[in-house]
């Protein structure tokens, strides 16, 4: 139904409009008459829209990224990963998560037999059940400020995958934490972050973070990219996308494949 837009680049210079939005307000001063028309049937395309969204999408059922009335980009990651395995396959023999709740996403990856994980949880872990402390213990997750250099040598990991984790930061210290994860990974960084105006999950726990969640446009993210010299993995948005077309999965938050650096 909604075009799917392939490069970033395509997805820079719609500016991340609507694009049946644009339509009404180029015809507003033709006819009006046209303009109520044109606002009906935008209105019947919203509704069906996200009717197909929430109830349709057959094997995605309900929308489990919701937690508390919000959305959880981390829930979303796990919710994607049958899609994120088809794309990256033996990409993903050695990944690290960073974000919030990153238990979860090692305690699913954990079952996966050709594939080590290790999390990284950039904020505290005080409400974590036993399985998580033990994952702690373990090594296997930690505790780690993402503002500072990671403490791992290049290419330590196949694949990142980021949730949640950089709304926190602000642009003085994203630049130095995206070039991170592009250090630290061999086969590409996949970030997950909130669309602006998209409710969180969390929201009671400001002084967690430090600072309220900053949800930034698909273009901003994209001309950050570009100015930190991230470039896009183009293969990865692809095999991404085309995998999610077969399981008629739609992302609830934003998605970017990023390469990580030669
Ligand atoms: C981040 O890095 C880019 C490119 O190196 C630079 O243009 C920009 O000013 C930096 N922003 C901040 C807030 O440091
Ligand atoms: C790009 O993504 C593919 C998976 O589709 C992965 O195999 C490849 O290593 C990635 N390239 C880089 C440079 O990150």
Redesign the pocket.
Known sequence: MSRRPTSLARRLADGGSVPFVESVQSKAHTSPLLSIGLLVVGAILLVGYLYSNSGGSSSYGEAVSKIGGGISCTQELLRAMPVLKKAYGDSMSKVLHVGPETCSVVSELLKEEDTEVWGMEPYDLDDSTAKCKSLVRKGIVRVADIKFPLPYKAKSFSLIMVSDALDYL???Y??KTLPELARVSSNGVVVFTGYPGQQRAKVAELSKFGRPAKLRSSSWWIRYFF???LEENESGTKKFEQASEKRSYKPACQVFHLKSLP
């Open positions: 602000s642009p003085r994203l630049n100015q930190c010299k």
